[in-house]
């Protein structure tokens, strides 16, 4: 037998605690403690000039929804998500077939196609800004040499254009996220179904929508999730793009928010708009842990 | 059909199919890629090629200069910009590092029952978003007396690296075998000695990882920073170059390209090189054992 003492640092349940407790007293002091503030000022009347707190029950909201622009942002908020998830899951599929396969050359396509992710958005969008501008714009430049358009689209410009260069610019950025984690998800497919379905006489497209879509939906159910709820909360692109605008044709809530907590200084209106994200979120999050568990189950 | 026939089908369909996959590889390659490789043949492009409507936008009708570099690195703040990104990210990996390690051993390790929803719960928090929590965010940084101050993002950033690296490390922790540490305790180490000279040699090449993803995303984070730091020498790259860079309505679109092309190349070049590894650690946090 040991004679050494079985100290603290052997018991596991002591352990246990001591090692997790920081970070849970750090996450609760900074998210935690920072919502409820976010619930708290929503009902207040705390602008950045004039700090102190005072109760003003839903007044802050009432304003809010007398807001066309609340509604209007809203409303690109789901046109913004829903168009972005879609086209995101979709080329994130087929990234994702690209990165597990085999070719030479592998390790730059790679480097490559990572690129709009890593990235910091906001410079890889001010490049877009460029290539988006009203007279410089490398792609209408292309368009106008194939003869496809006489004059320049002013894509930032135009309500309609400016709504889908950020829907294509948030696509651009995430989808190698999604095809990131598909992979992860195509991976764990055993191979030797796809050989016993290849035995069998199934050709390419067969396999890929009889046999490995069908394995690696709760993966791909995952990266639509994260695909939405980045983009749903996100307000870079609009941002640096467009400043909202034109006249807030792409205001999402967050940028609204923003605009109207931090830079118009009335943080209980902005907390008030910032707080309309949470509802959706967290449908978000429970069904990503639905699909989790299903992921678990297999 | 003769065997021979049949030979030569198959060969065909298998060169046609890379065939494919080549085109596809260098298809997605150029969507992906095609406005840094446009960013990287602007920066060095003069003025009266760069401001013709009618010249080519992917090569250089003017001979190529490198002013607008140099004027990147010489006369702007962006190399305050880059220091302070190197810094805040410095920090907040090794805030990161002494939260989450601790953290996901003792919930990959310590069998508690709580152990896995404790563990998707602190994942959970990597979802709720900035935008969320910035205004009273920006609130409690005004309150600590950290406004323009780096400290304000080496305070918050780890919110939102601790969650995820956690679950990465979980992974990375729970692929070593339970043994390691077993024998370890009967060399007469105890329980937190064979963490620190058992395990945790075997899960360096998991913790460069952690280190690598958690510094690209304080890299990437735009809008606490944005709210917290609005003085020009205290602003890391992902504001700075965006905010700075453009006075008034005059963009020094050279520079911009340039700052995004040395900003966005070394990030990625590193993340690739960890690419498989953040693969598996994320499938491995999933897994039970």
């Known amino acids: 037998m040991s004679a050494r003492r079985a100290g603290l640092a052997d018991r596991d349940g002591f352990l246990a605690w001591v090692m997790l407790l920081p970070s849970v007293i750090y996450i609760l002091a900074l998210v935690g403690v920072p919502f409820l503030l976010a619930v708290a000022f929503a009902f207040s009347d705390v602008t950045t000039g004039d700090p102190s707190y005072d109760f003003v029950g839903f007044g802050n909201f009432t304003a809010v929804f007398d807001d066309g622009v609340f509604w209007r942002s809203l409303w690109n908020t789901l046109l913004f998500t829903g168009c972005s998830m879609v086209l995101i899951v979709v080329f994130g599929k087929i990234l994702a077939n690209l990165l597990i396969a085999d070719f030479h050359g592998k390790w730059l396509v790679r480097f490559l196609i990572l690129l709009p992710w890593t990235t910091p958005v906001a410079l890889s969008t001010i490049s877009w800004l460029w290539f988006l501008d009203s007279i410089y714009s490398p792609v209408d430049w292309t368009l106008r040499h194939l003869g496809l358009i006489d004059q320049n689209v002013v894509w930032l410009g135009d309500p309609n254009t400016a709504m889908l260069s950020v829907i294509l610019v948030q696509t651009w950025r995430l989808t190698p996220l999604a095809a990131v984690i598909v992979m992860a998800g195509l991976v764990a497919i055993p191979r030797d179904i796809d050989e016993a379905a290849r035995i069998d006489g199934a050709g390419f497209w067969r396999r890929m929508f009889e046999v490995t879509i069908p394995l690696s939906l709760p993966v791909i159910a995952v990266a639509a999730l994260f695909g939405a709820i980045m983009t749903f909360t996100d307000m870079t692109v609009s941002y640096v793009l467009t400043r909202g605008g034109p006249t807030h044709a792409t205001d999402v809530l967050a940028s609204w928010a923003y605009f109207r907590g931090i830079e118009g200084g009335d943080v209980g209106q902005g907390a008030a708009i910032a707080l309309f994200l949470f509802p959706i979120l967290l449908a978000g999050v429970v069904a990503i842990l639905r699909a989790v568990r299903r992921l678990e189950a297999r | ?289």
């Open chain 2, 1 to 289: 059909m003769t065997n021979e026939a049949l030979r030569r089908r198959y060969a065909r369909r298998h060169v046609a199919a890379r065939c494919g996959l080549y085109a596809a590889a260098v298809l997605s390659a150029l969507v992906c890629a095609l406005p840094f490789l446009w960013s990287l043949v602007s920066a060095f492009k003069q003025n009266r090629d760069l401001y013709d409507p009618e010249s080519n936008p992917f090569a250089f009708n003017e001979p190529a200069t490198p002013d607008h570099v140099t004027f990147l690195f010489a006369d702007t703040p962006f190399p305050t910009f880059v220091l302070n990104t190197l810094l805040v990210g410095g920090a907040v990996v090794l805030l990161t590092l002494a939260l989450a390690l601790p953290a996901a051993y003792s919930l990959a390790r310590l069998n508690r029952p709580w152990g896995t929803p404790m563990g998707i719960a602190i994942f959970l928090v990597y979802l709720v978003p900035p935008s969320l929590l910035f205004l009273s965010l920006t609130r409690v940084v005004v309150a600590l007396g950290l406004e323009d101050s780096l400290w304000s993002m080496i305070v918050v950033y780890p919110t939102i690296t601790v969650p995820v690296s956690v679950w990465l490390l979980i992974g990375f922790l729970k692929a070593v075998p339970t043994d390691i540490e077993e024998q370890a305790m009967v060399d007469g180490h105890s329980r937190l000695g064979a963490f620190v000279r058992a395990v945790l040699p075997l899960v360096f090449p998991g913790l460069v990882a952690v280190v690598v993803f958690s510094f690209t995303l304080t890299a990437s984070e735009f809008v606490y920073a944005l709210a917290f730091v609005s003085s020009s020498p205290e602003m890391v790259v992902s504001t700075g170059v965006p905010t700075q860079l453009i006075r008034g309505d005059v963009f020094f679109w050279q520079s911009l390209q340039a700052a995004t092309v040395v900003t966005a190349v070394p990030i990625a070049f590193l993340f690739n090189l960890f690419l498989d590894r953040f693969v598996t650690g994320f499938t491995m946090g999933a897994v039970k054992t």
